[in-house]
């Protein structure tokens, strides 16, 4: 079976905004779990700081992308498993 590059890129999408939803789940969640405040997601809310609010999103914005590229380069190691190469625009 030929894999194409649509469907490799509309499932590595599909994946990556998957994981970057759980990520952004599992910092909310640990923010939660170490403060005891709920996630500091608006910097015009009176219960979080600007500078909490900032470092709350450069932690989720990290995390995030860090998981997106596991997940990409997994998807890549096993696509190239099932097609034999990688797409021509990921070499």
Same mark, same amino acid.
């Given at each position: 079976?030929k894999?194409?590059k649509? /469907?490799?890129?509309?499932?590595?999408?599909? @994946?990556?905004? *998957?994981?970057?939803?759980?990520?952004?789940?599992a910092?909310?969640? $640990? #923010?939660e779990? &170490?403060?005891?405040d709920?996630?500091?997601k608006?910097?015009?809310?009176?219960?979080?700081? &600007?500078?909490?609010?900032?470092? #709350?999103?450069?932690?989720?914005?990290a995390? *995030?992308?860090t998981?997106?590229?596991?997940? $990409? /380069? &997994?998807f890549? /190691?096993?696509? /190239?498993?099932m097609?034999?190469?990688?797409p021509?625009? @990921? $070499?």
């Amino acid at each position: 079976m030929k894999l194409s590059k649509n /469907k490799f890129t509309i499932l590595s999408a599909v @994946l990556s905004l *998957g994981v970057a939803a759980l990520a952004k789940n599992a910092v909310d969640n $640990r #923010y939660e779990a &170490f403060t005891g405040d709920p996630a500091p997601k608006n910097p015009e809310t009176d219960q979080a700081s &600007f500078g909490k609010v900032v470092l #709350y999103t450069a932690i989720t914005a990290a995390v *995030g992308i860090t998981a997106k590229l596991l997940v $990409r /380069k &997994f998807f890549t /190691k096993q696509w /190239k498993k099932m097609d034999g190469e990688v797409p021509k625009h @990921l $070499r």
